[in-house]
């Protein structure tokens, strides 16, 4: 067995040491849940006739008590493409429980936003908080004491992590993801670029762009570029969340049937009554949290993860930091080339070998923590093999090789010799910047700064032909606490227009960017955030700005004298409409993005 790569070992061995007070805690905290917590068995007579009145043929098995109850909490709606299959789960999910003695309730249900939907609109400084508030409704769901297992139906990109962060707080359960699966391939995701910058520049109109963007977006399933939902996929593989390689199996197939029911037959086979009991809170530790950082490295994956990582390991007790990121990525090679970072998208991926071959490739190049406890079987391994039916029946098979190198690429021959993302600092704070589908020549962009609070102030200057020029566009007041952090992915198309006019362009913001953005270098993050103090407050129109992603700089060129003598921009109104106002005690309680960006935990640990 290849030995772990020592920077991996060293990455991992800080994060136990710096986590080890508040992760006993958690271990302390999820052992009091099993032995002492309230369980079905410590339920009223009273308390539990009201869990099973509606229950149906189910009653009399969960009235005794005898077996597994497994409580599904689902994020179903059919507006979001991803999520509507879901609306079917539950009632197979029942049949596929009894099948081996046990029984299954909807324990609750969790909001699932469509950051496609909100794109560039109000709604989306909902978005990062929507996982605060999903991982609330997990909690109340779970709260309940009638399950002994859990199953989450999740897949974008605030719901998996939402879901996670509300079950890590009951550990003793195990818990398995349930994915859908990616929707058939439409219109090429170039393609469907191509359109939206023609459209920005004015050149097509809003017919023609509906009809790009509804033969991309065309049917139940998840988006098919490689973005955060997708990215979500990949980290519960490479966590020993799912069954094995269910990530990327299109909806409504009868695979995607099998890995389902797989699932539930399993959730019911590592309960705490039985001799394999594998809780959520022992699966995700410190070294199934360094193989999602790992995994996001080796394909390339969101940048949004950069801040629900150390989310989801807070919750579970586990401290990281971008510098761990930053350490990782030096010596992770990028192993995969999806869109935006690729043409392929997710599903010409799972066809060149998918999560299954990048586990493998990973695991035999002491790349990835092979002895995590996963919901399968003894550890990762499994998880190097891909789902097939044979004769009707699931089995695992090995990926001998990549099928289309232009897509996956071994260790031996990578798209890129270290991970897809950078960690950069200076006076301007601290941000990343993600690189695997930005040209190298432009890792490096020295230019003045126009400095805007919305991103609708960009394409205004945009569209007045105020950017035609090398240009670092700021965009601040878009951190967690002034307005919710909000995607600035409308403003993609206008940037790449003029980097496709030979100009030389960044984006410097202390919002995010979304998983899907590529081309145009994004310092994102910036942290500490505008409002309250942090150095982006102080840029003028005009600074000169460095952004290096090969040195890992970002600074204002500006004479520090000058420089600290400056009094801060003042901050735009906080938002009251579309609901944004509810959120106020969110945005006035968030911590730092690289923390998490999370009221919820910033709270919940002022308190331990």
Known sequence: MTELHPVIAKVTDRIVKRSAPRRRQYLDLIERGRDAGTNRDQLSCGNLAHGFA?????????????????????????????????????????????????????????????????????????????????????????????????????????????????????????????????????????????????????????????????????????????????????????????????????PGTKLRGELTRAAVHRVAAIGWTGNDYRPLGHCVDEKAIVNAIIGLMATGGSTNHAIHIPAIARAAGISVDWTDFAELSDVIPLLARVYPNGSGDVNNFQAAGGMAWIIRELLDNGLLHRDIMTVARADLTDYGKEPVLENEALQWRDVPASRDPSILRPVADPFSADGGMRLLSGNLGRCVMKVSAVDPDRWTIEAPARVFHTQDDVLRAFKAGELERDVVVVVRFQGPRANGMPELHKLTPALGVLQDRGFRVALVTDGRMSGASGKVPAAIHLSPEALGGGPIARLRDGDRVRVCAATGVIEALVEPVDWDARILAEAPSPPYDTGRELFALFRHHSDLAEAGASPILAAMEAEI
């Open 54 to 250: 509606a229950s149906g043929e189910d009653k009399p098995a969960i009235r005794t008590g005898d077996a597994m109850n497994i409580g599904i909490v689902t994020s179903y709606n059919d507006m979001l493409s991803a999520h509507q299959p879901y609306g079917r789960y539950p009632e197979a999910i029942k049949i596929a429980a009894r099948e081996v003695g046990a029984t299954a309730q909807v324990a609750g249900g969790v909001p699932a936003m469509c950051d496609g939907v909100t794109q560039g609109q109000a709604g989306m400084d909902l978005s990062l908080f929507s996982r605060d508030t999903i991982a609330l409704s997990t909690a109340v769901a779970l709260s309940h004491a009638m399950f002994e297992g859990a199953l989450l139906l999740g897949i974008c990109d605030k719901i998996v992590p939402g879901l996670l962060i509300g079950a890590l707080r009951f550990g003793h359960l195990p818990a398995i993801l349930v994915p859908g699966g990616p929707m058939p391939s439409g219109l090429a995701n170039k393609e469907k670029v191509r359109i939206r910058q023609l459209y920005a520049e004015g050149k097509v109109g809003t017919a023609e762009l509906l009809e790009a963007e509804s033969a991309s977006y065309h049917g139940a399933g998840t988006c098919t570029f490689y973005g955060t939902a997708n990215s979500n996929q990949m980290m519960m593989e490479v966590m020993g969340l799912h069954m094995p390689n269910a990530a990327f199996i299109n």
